[in-house]
């Protein structure tokens, strides 16, 4: 799809399109080619939301930042990418009163309805529903992960009220990579210490599905987040900045 080698996309088409990684670009010249084959696509298709993320190198390069805002793009957050390895990581047990569901044993409803109060309030400026509605980034999780994405949809209950959504899935493009599309936990149970059982329960899942390792990513002010990594023994890897197209592809 672009002229460039080891980009990572992730295509979420109609409703969203993430260029995760841009790969091995060459020049300037090479990167503004880039994005002009992005802009081609996002409009042939109408994608509503489009976002590009650069590491640490590439956005010291100043020609770069200043060909994204030609484009239309504009820095909307940076993100802590956190990593562990798995392949010693011990099972976690489920314990009472928690439970879980995927999708395959609760509803659409049920699951979006979590989801959309697990995103309520959230520190990460990414949040899922800041530019799309619930139905339209499930439709586009669905369209990313592929038949399999009912597996992936887990509702997190205690006793019989849903608390949060963990969403584990093995990285597209990859074997073992292990990530969590989404994790999170509704307000009213947040601020409990029930993040750190709940995001080892989800490393559980992960490494279930055949994960070797995770890498996980939050907002630079998400602390909390930040600190159930560490609780949970990820270490920090690198910092990205994402950059979103205003208004999408219009």
């Given amino acids: 799809m672009f002229t460039t080698r080891d980009a990572k996309i992730l295509d979420g088409t109609p409703n969203y399109l993430v260029m995760e990684e841009i790969g091995e670009v060459d020049s300037v010249k090479h990167f503004e080619e880039i994005l002009s084959e992005l802009k081609n696509y996002i409009t042939e298709r109408g994608i509503q939301s489009v976002s590009i993320i650069l590491n640490e190198q590439q956005a010291e390069q100043a020609p770069y930042i200043e060909l994204l805002e030609e484009f239309s793009f504009q820095k909307q957050d940076t993100q802590f990418f956190y990593g562990r390895d798995l392949s010693a990581f011990e099972d976690v047990e489920i314990k009472a009163p928690f439970s879980v569901k995927s999708l395959q044993e609760t509803t659409s409803d049920v699951f979006l309805k979590t989801w959309i109060e697990a995103s309520a309030g959230s520190l990460n400026a990414s949040a899922p529903f800041t530019s799309l509605s619930a139905q339209q980034e499930f439709e586009g999780m669905q369209s990313e992960l592929g038949p399999e994405y009912q597996k992936s949809c887990i ?20 074997v073992d990579e292990g990530r969590l599309f989404y994790f999170g936990i509704v307000p009213a149970f947040r601020g409990k210490g029930l993040g750190e059982y709940l995001h080892k329960l989800s490393l559980h899942f992960l490494k279930q599905l055949g994960a070797a390792y995770y890498i996980g990513a939050t907002g630079q002010n998400n602390i909390p987040m930040q600190r159930i990594f560490k609780a949970n023994a990820c270490e920090l890897i690198e910092k990205k900045f994402i950059y979103r197209m205003k208004d999408g592809g219009k």
């Fill in 155 to 174: 509702v997190i209950f205690y006793e019989d009220q849903e608390i949060g959504v963990t969403m584990p899935q093995i990285e597209q493009g990859t």
